[in-house]
């Protein structure tokens, strides 16, 4: 080619069709606001077991798994029920698996997998196939105690997910919540697909506002267990807690710097609140980002942590604004309604939900960082409200009272495919997701 101009974009656009193809001829295209995309055709078999003992183990994984991709919104899952004649004697031998039987089937992968018991521990694996170029593409085998098989299940829908779309998955993470036990209120954790729930707290006191550490071995919280709302820490490794603040007043409403060294709070200021950063570890020296205005609560950091959006009632009412984290370039980002709350920031820095009151009602709203482009998700639905986003940008959780008391509800970024995520007898708000585990 004589142009060398042409011939660079030439290769630009190769790079871009290059980057978003797979194995299998494509790879998904994701638009988290736009409208919904066609999933990914995967075929899983039954899961095989060594022993009859292990045949409720091998069920239970697949279909931890299955309801984990479905969940996802990345896939169209198939079953036996859609094998092709032969499929299923293809699969018996998994060092030799025979393709050949799925060669026109309309699924573009096919996933095997099996358990067995290793003394006191289950082995799991599963292995992966393209069906359209006949191949195998990739397979994983995992080892734990018998009691950690729904985390073996997610670490595995997570490596599926990857494979087939180059997206992390969110199965492998959990949400913090709040759970009101007749007034006592400890914090508490599940898993994103709505099972395993967890008590980590057992104050038997008031706590409030759970937020996760950037590493998610922590969680900052407030609780009333010495009669001041102080801020506590929460090593979940260890099970085992600190009071990293106990200033006079509010100590509420924390949320951990992107690099983890700082944690921005709602703190007493005269007779007023404002936002103050302190440090992680110490938890000294508040340094407070605005010197006069109403009250303020709630912050949120930008993912770069260079910016905090929050919420602040200087102009008569509640409103979400953002400030550098120096202390410069106040700016109010919403117009719309007169009160709107709890600023949350989407990991990928584009977006910010809040809940917003309209119709005396609280809805959860996104927009850009800037206030515009304003989307509203939930609508005629009871109050909605602390939104908080997964850590792929792609969902959104909050708490709704749409079903007389107050549970966690999940929704995609763009409004669609709303699911409650508890279901206890007992109010439960206030929810966290955690970022990707290591």
Request: aromatic residues 12%; charged residues 20%.
């Amino acid at each position: 080619m004589r142009n060398p101009v042409k011939f660079l974009i030439l290769m630009i656009c190769l790079v871009v069709i290059i980057s978003y193809t797979s194995v299998w001829g494509r790879r998904i295209r994701i638009n988290i606001y736009g409208p919904e995309m066609v999933p990914f055709p995967i075929a899983i078999a039954p899961f095989s077991f060594s022993e009859e003992s292990n045949q409720f183990l091998a069920d239970h994984v697949r279909s931890i798994l299955v309801n984990d991709l479905e969940i996802s919104g990345f896939f169209e899952v198939s079953g036996p029920e859609s094998f092709p004649p032969g499929g299923m004697d293809s699969l018996k031998d998994p060092e030799t698996v025979d393709l050949t039987p799925w060669a026109y089937h309309k699924c573009e992968a096919l996933l095997s997998g099996g358990v067995s018991s290793k003394g006191e521990k289950v082995e799991a694996y599963f292995r992966l196939f393209d069906l359209v170029e006949q191949s195998f593409v990739t397979g994983l085998k995992y080892t734990a105690p018998a009691e950690e098989i729904r985390d073996i299940s997610h670490r595995m829908a997570d490596e599926i997910t990857f494979h087939l779309t180059g997206q992390v998955g969110v199965a492998h993470t959990k949400i913090a919540f709040i759970r009101d036990r007749s007034g006592i209120k400890e914090i508490y954790t599940i898993d994103f697909d709505g099972r395993g729930v967890n008590m980590l707290t057992r104050h038997e006191s008031i706590c409030l506002s759970p937020s996760w550490s950037p590493d998610g071995k922590s969680l900052a919280y407030t609780c009333f267990r010495k009669r001041n709302p102080d801020l506590y820490i929460y090593d979940i490794p260890n099970k085992k807690f600190w009071i990293l603040s106990t200033r006079e007043g509010l100590n509420a409403a924390p949320a951990w710097s992107p690099d983890g060294t700082k944690i921005a709070l709602m703190m007493r200021r005269g007779d007023r609140t404002g936002i103050a950063i302190i440090d992680a570890l110490r938890g000294n020296n508040p340094v407070f980002l605005t010197t006069r205005g109403g009250n303020e609560s709630s912050p949120t950091w930008s993912p770069d942590g260079q910016v905090l959006a929050f919420m602040s009632d200087r102009s008569g009412t509640p409103q979400i604004y953002t400030i550098r984290s120096n202390g410069r370039g106040l700016n109010r980002i919403t117009f719309e309604g007169n009160y709107n709350a709890s600023p949350s920031w989407s990991p990928l820095g584009d977006r910010i939900a809040f809940c917003g009151m309209m119709d005396n009602k609280f809805d959860i709203f996104t927009c850009k960082p800037d206030g515009t482009d304003l989307q509203k998700l939930t609508r005629n639905s009871g109050n909605n409200e602390d939104p908080t986003w997964s850590p792929d940008g792609r969902f959104i959780v909050f708490s709704s009272d749409r079903s007389g008391s107050n549970h966690i509800y999940c929704i995609n970024a763009n409004g669609a495919n709303l699911r409650q995520i508890t279901y206890s007898g007992y109010d439960e708000t206030e929810p966290s997701w955690s970022p990707y585990f290591l």
